[in-house]
């Protein structure tokens, strides 16, 4: 077993060198919580209303800002105030996936702009080191961290073999920016030559597809219990969206704390399970 | 040679099934012109002073809305406009990345809403056929047309060998909606059975990194001229940002002019010394 799976979170957070990663590292310990929520809803309000609801409960918020029809600035400053209330942060799923130069601009500008508020971002590996060059040029200044998509949990994934160990290798080349992955199991050691030392490496890894009822859905994704991530494969947080808010218009507020609460337990039970 | 490489682009047009791939050909030959420029600019002024010079010479316009700080709506509306003034289709370049559910949302909804007006949209075939059945949900009922990731021009892409073979078969299995590839050759055949039929395939390959003057950047990107990608690969539409409209504030209009008659005459050169 791999040094940083079987270490607490805490011991993790006291030696990480990326500010974002040793925040979310101190928040789960803090909060007993390795639980970060997918807000997938195209109202502000509502969006507003589920965060205020789960944040107790999670580490971190996963927010998809570009599908919110209604988005204007005074959105993230209320989305801020709700990070500080419930002490939790932020991880904008943004998939960037260009080349350098168009992700610096994506990241840093336009609309959103996810650097200024961003904890946390993801990117694809696939267009090669330059992504992580270009977004690594707006958000390390920033104290924000990166994280490479080494696999994803549909079915079909491109992201696997020799694809899952470039990425690797190319975060290992920027770990002062890319914190981990998002990935169904542990990267430790995965693309390494005989000669690299890895044993002080920490990654983090931040897998979806997880839930405790169902099994898939009808678009490609599938589901995995917060037992089998945590502790069979060594992930660190687990992604729960539409399995805590349900998929009807308005929210149950005592059905959602429940889930919530629910999901809390089971990945922070996985996880002591996993440390022993 | 394939048999789409050595029809001319009217040939093609009398007989594609998609609406959108089926209007871009008719542009082509309209405006003897197999240049898209590629519009990378963070205000809304800029952008459309750009799109209106350059517009007479391309047959499309590639976008990046999210970078545009001081987007809204109106600017689409304005975008629209020169669009039927200078008679050219709209590429919104997202290159979408995320599960069917997401990006379902992301294509229709959001503050850029890029199906309402987008022609043309692109997507990385890494997440498995159900990005492609996500944004067919959306795109499909307004004739959109779906553009794969097929290959990227940067340094160390991971879309190569079997992921590139990958995304033709996804392809393949959707060519009511995905109309071609972003790619640096053509893809005619590549990744099928020896059983399959692909004589009357027609995706069209449309290529980014032309530059006639400068072999690349500092961030990863790579350049090709007209005559590598479009005589000699094969490739159907040639993408050119910066090389045309510059790198500087503010545009000079004789010399965006002048560049983007250039590059247009050098694609449509390389086009018929291709169908000779």
């Known amino acids: 077993m791999s040094s940083s799976q079987t270490q607490t979170y805490a011991q993790r957070a006291a030696k990480h060198p990326n500010p ?22 195209t109202k502000g309000d509502e969006f507003l209303n589920v965060i205020d609801v789960v944040g107790p409960y999670v580490c971190l918020i996963k927010t998809h800002v570009d599908i919110i029809e209604d988005f204007e600035t005074s959105l993230i400053e209320k989305l801020q105030a709700l990070s500080a209330k419930h002490d939790f942060l932020i991880f904008e ?5 260009d080349i350098g130069n168009t992700v610096a601009l994506q990241y840093s500008s336009g609309v959103h702009k996810i650097a200024t508020w961003s904890h946390i971002t993801n990117a694809h590996p696939v267009p090669g080191p330059s992504i992580v060059t270009g977004l690594a040029s707006v958000g390390k200044p920033l104290g924000r961290g990166l994280l490479l998509l080494a696999e994803m949990s549909t079915k079909g994934s491109l992201a696997t073999g020799t694809y899952t160990e470039e990425a690797v290798r190319m975060a290992r080349a920027h770990s002062d920016f890319v914190i981990g992955f998002i990935a169904q199991r542990r990267m430790d050691g995965v693309g390494a030559s005989a000669a690299q030392s890895v044993v002080d490496e920490d990654f983090l890894i931040l897998t979806p597809g997880v839930g405790l009822d169902s099994r898939g859905d009808s678009m490609g994704q599938q589901y995995r219990t917060p037992k089998e991530v945590v502790t069979e494969s060594g992930c660190d947080v687990i992604i729960v969206g539409r399995g805590i808010y349900g998929t009807g218009n308005g929210i149950d507020i005592q059905a959602v704390q429940t889930q919530a609460e629910r999901y809390r337990a089971a990945g922070w039970a996985a996880y002591l399970d996993r440390i022993g």
Do not use: G, H, P
């Open 20 to 41: 974002s990663a040793k925040a979310l590292l101190d928040t789960i310990e803090r909060k007993k919580s390795n639980l970060c929520v997918s807000v997938d809803v």
């Open 93 to 97: 799923d943004r998939k960037f996936a």
